[in-house]
């Protein structure tokens, strides 16, 4: 028995060696597999974070970081998402503001040249009327009955009058107070519009 275990010891020597060896190799290939697994696991939420503030960095608020029911980066995902939601709804407010100002301004535009033209329409007017009323009082007895006459003038006057009633609506659009923004309710506009 032991000449044929001596015989053995080398073939023997070698299949505990590669059972070893083969063994070695496994733990190796499945402590790798594990290693690759757990990383993927970790470094998939952090660069679907990465992907995210890029897209951000970008101007795209409406990008959002998927929130896994547990893990380390559950917290931080969810605080990334409130800080996008956050940012577009004040980017939505800044930009409402902006259009506001900016029809705020166009109408202080108009007010501003309704003041000049009515400034600027109104001196004129009273010499042409002091004149037309001049004339009428100058050849009142001279061509009194010239209904031309009576006609023109008193068309004069009346024009006078209705452009200086045009230069009392610039001023009072041009002295409006500040537009206030609100809410109304549309049927009753429209049903003044065509009441009108």
Known sequence: DYRQLTLLQDVLYANYSLTFLVVTLLIMFLSIWCAFYLARGISKPIQELLHATDEARQGNWNVHVPIEA???LQSLAHGFNEMTDA??????????????????ATIKTWQEAAKQMAHEIKNPLTPIQLATQRLQRRYKDTLGDDRIF???????LQQVGVIKDLVVHFTQFASMPSPRIQDVAMQDVVREVICL
């Open 150 to 156: 009576i006609d023109c003038t008193n068309t004069i």
């Open 70 to 72: 547990s893990g380390d």
């Open 87 to 104: 940012v577009r709804k004040a980017h939505a407010e800044i930009e409402t503001q902006n259009k506001e100002m900016v029809a705020m």
